[in-house]
């Protein structure tokens, strides 16, 4: 029978070997000791850590079992069984920034499950109207020239049609990948700035779904960012 201390040093241990782990990117076998942390003292420190740490390796970007659902889950356990603990804030907005990376995650399912609704996307760059979105990509890959082109027609028609048309087209430009100055901040922003300009616009609503999807992508960015802060923390 383990004493109070073997068992606290046995604990401590686990901790430091998970941790070790972990910094050498070996997130399965750091998981086990996680657990045995867990297994070991369910209801005080450092289990509150473990089950932390156990979140954000679920989260990871280079764990090839990344679920962000069971990540998740880990974080709202931590929070459930230890409502006092120092970490209970910053997992709060993990949960907010994983459930919207899930929410984008079947965003694009939905897309690609529904040939209709992109083929229904794609007929937006097959108008013959001189600022035809498709063109840009098309024309010797121009992209600057066609930019050029669209800032005329907005210039020209600051206020009516087809100045929406060709501030929406920028916005895609600027969203687009082949873009090399892509640029997702500002592709929101003209999206914006065309449903300010042209609330009656037949493009609002979709410039509403860009913004929406653009935004998504960047919080998954920045959720990519912190999650590698996070490593580089556990490496110290």
């Given at each position: 029978m383990l004493s109070n201390f073997e068992k606290r040093m046995e604990i401590t241990?686990?901790?430091?070997?998970?941790?070790?782990?972990?910094?050498?990117?070996?997130?399965?076998?750091?998981?086990?000791?996680?657990?045995?942390?867990?297994?070991?003292?369910?209801?005080?420190?450092?289990?509150?850590?473990?089950?932390?740490?156990?979140?954000?390796?679920?989260?990871?970007?280079?764990?090839?079992?990344?679920?962000?659902?069971?990540?998740?889950?880990?974080?709202?356990?931590?929070?459930?069984?230890?409502?006092?603990?120092?970490?209970?804030?910053?997992?709060?907005?993990?949960?907010?920034?994983?459930?919207?990376?899930?929410?984008?995650?079947?965003?694009n399912l939905s897309l690609l499950n529904d040939k209709k609704k992109l083929e229904g996307k794609l007929e937006i760059f097959k108008e013959k109207d001189r600022i035809n979105a498709s063109n840009i990509f098309l024309n010797n890959g121009d992209i600057s020239q066609s930019l050029a082109e669209y800032q005329k027609t907005v210039s020209k028609f600051p206020h009516d049609p087809p100045g929406d048309r060709a501030l929406f087209n920028i916005a895609l430009i600027y969203a687009h990948y082949d873009n090399p100055h892509k640029d997702y901040t500002t592709s929101i922003s003209l999206f914006k700035r065309m449903i300010d300009e042209f609330p009656k616009s037949t493009l609002v609503e979709e410039a509403k779904v860009w913004i929406g999807v653009l935004q998504v992508i960047e919080k998954m960015k920045r959720v990519d960012i912190e999650i590698e802060k996070k490593k580089k923390e556990l490496e110290k």
């Open positions: 241990d686990h901790m430091r070997m998970g941790d070790r782990i972990l910094s050498e990117g070996d997130t399965e076998q750091s998981l086990k000791e996680y657990q045995k942390v867990i297994s070991l003292s369910p209801h005080a420190s450092p289990a509150d850590r473990a089950l932390f740490n156990i979140g954000l390796i679920y989260a990871h970007y280079e764990n090839p079992h990344k679920d962000y659902g069971t990540s998740i889950s880990f974080f709202k356990r931590m929070m459930d069984e230890f409502p006092k603990s120092h970490l209970v804030t910053e997992a709060t907005v993990w949960i907010d920034v994983l459930q919207g990376a899930e929410k984008s995650k079947q965003f």
